[in-house]
């Protein structure tokens, strides 16, 4: 294989896997994800081509959002792809699953999500979204979480969650996620305030 049909493969399946590891994601999101290095312009143009190859190969799937958006998501031959590179590098098995009900989830957490682990990769953290850790690319108990960051340099954990509410629900979720790891909250600030507020009281 030539160096340009190497460097196009590669860089189909690490489109592959970052459906895998968030679920389904926008072109402009996997444009960051990807290329890094490359400007905004450069890197949609970049997204663009190799989705239009991967959905001819039938890997990958455009979707429509609730809100009318168009996402991304792995077909079962684009996780077969993913799982078969995995084994071929020594995995005793692959972890990515095709499919995502995008009825099923609120648009604006899994944007908000995204974004903030496209910050993290691009500082050099590792990032897992919320289908890779439904895979297991962590222990179980980071499933209670939305995303986790690591720092393999330091070995330290961050685990996210989007915060849209003060419920008893949501505050019990938050005090859960702390006993685990270092847990960073995002979402509408005031609500993150009232619900530190709330956490704060119940110790009192």
Known sequence: MNHNKL??????????????????????????????????????????????????????????????????????????????????????????????????????KQITVVEYLIEHRTAGLAVVGKAGLRAGLLEKQFQEFDAVTVNFDSGYTIGVLVVSNSAESTLDRIARCRGICKTHLIGDPLIISGCEKKLRSRKV
Request: proline share 2%.
């Open 7 to 108: 460097k196009a493969a590669q860089n189909e399946l690490e489109v592959l896997k970052a459906l895998a590891n968030c679920g389904w994601m926008i072109t402009s999101q996997i444009a960051s994800w990807v290329w890094i290095d490359s400007t905004k312009h450069v890197a949609i143009n970049k997204a663009q081509l190799v989705l239009k190859r991967l959905a001819a190969k039938k890997q990958v799937l455009e979707r429509q959002t609730p809100v009318g958006v168009k996402a991304w998501v792995l077909t079962e031959p684009g996780a077969g792809r993913v799982n078969a590179e995995l084994e071929s590098q020594g995995y005793s098995r692959g972890w990515a699953h095709h499919g995502y009900d995008l009825s099923t989830l609120h648009f604006q």
